[in-house]
């Protein structure tokens, strides 16, 4: 280590990556944050390409920081910050956890502290356009809430939960659903291609529609369904088309669809 870091990343995957281009984002000195990645080339992408430090050894990088984000596999989150537990009896850092399932209890328990966030970004992140969920226990400060967030700053908002077993449904809803915008862009796609539109055409159809829809939530100081109704003139096209996908039960299988990643991250936890 050439210095003392601001932040420590345990894990050096692709959120780690997309949270520390936010912290360059804004602002952060690329020499006060350090990334420990057991890859070589791992390393050596983060040191090249973003100018961080970074080391082979979880325990070189939390020693030189007073926050720490968890951002390995949640597989391995047990053995990991139970070799962590010496050096945050020492630092006494404020720890930051990305890894899906894993709940604050058992960080706390694993690591031997009480000052720990759990969190759940979401692939948006990687542009500045994300949204992450956090959870901590009421006696976390405001100090330390503000430094949590400093953390997610570049990579989009936060919002914070008042009760820990939400952020299943975040999981659910937000890390999850960007997979089901894309799903149903997928589909959108192929449906106009195979109506003879242009492969270049339909995607930019789609993308734009899509953009421009999100766009309208969040400016719109209205529900959605009141939104889709300005759309949905009676005895139109996109009424015909909204009864088609209301009887195939789309609704309910979004429904089921969260329900299962809900599920899923219940297990990892268990």
């Not at 090249?48 to 920081?65: R, S």
């Not at 047990?78 to 709940?103: D, F, Y």
């Not at 890390?175 to 915008?181: D, F, K, N, V």
Request: proline share 5%.
């Amino acid at each position: 280590m050439t210095s003392p870091a601001e932040v420590a990343f345990v894990g050096g995957g692709h959120m780690a990556r997309c949270l520390v281009q936010g912290l360059l984002a804004e602002g952060r000195d690329p020499a006060r944050i350090v990334v420990a990645d057991p890859d070589a080339d791992t390393r050596r992408a983060l040191s090249a390409g973003l100018q961080v430090q970074a080391t082979a050894h979880n325990t070189e990088a939390a020693a030189a920081a007073p926050v720490w984000v968890l951002a390995v596999k949640p597989q391995v989150a047990a053995m990991v910050c139970e070799a962590l537990a010496p050096v945050a009896a020492q630092v006494r850092p404020l720890v930051i956890s990305i890894m899906a399932g894993i709940t604050h209890a058992q960080l706390r328990q694993w690591l031997g502290i009480d000052s720990v966030v759990r969190s759940m970004p979401n692939q948006p992140a990687a542009i500045g356009a994300g949204v992450t969920g956090l959870y901590a226990a009421p006696s976390l400060d405001a100090a330390q809430r503000a430094s949590a967030e400093s953390v997610f700053r570049g990579a989009g908002m936060t919002v914070w939960l008042r009760d820990e077993a939400q952020m299943d449904t975040v999981t659910a809803v937000a890390g999850s659903g960007p997979a089901y915008l894309y799903l149903l862009a997928e589909a959108m796609e192929q449906a106009a291609r195979a109506r003879d539109l242009p492969a270049e055409t339909a995607r930019r159809l789609v993308v734009q529609t899509l953009l421009g829809a999100a766009r309208m939530l969040q400016a719109a100081d209205e529900a959605p369904a009141r939104l889709r109704e300005r759309v949905t003139s009676p005895g139109g096209t996109t009424q015909a088309a909204v009864q088609v996908l209301e009887e195939g039960g789309w609704m309910v299988q979004v429904d089921r669809a969260i329900d299962a990643a809900r599920a899923r991250g219940q297990a990892l936890a268990g």
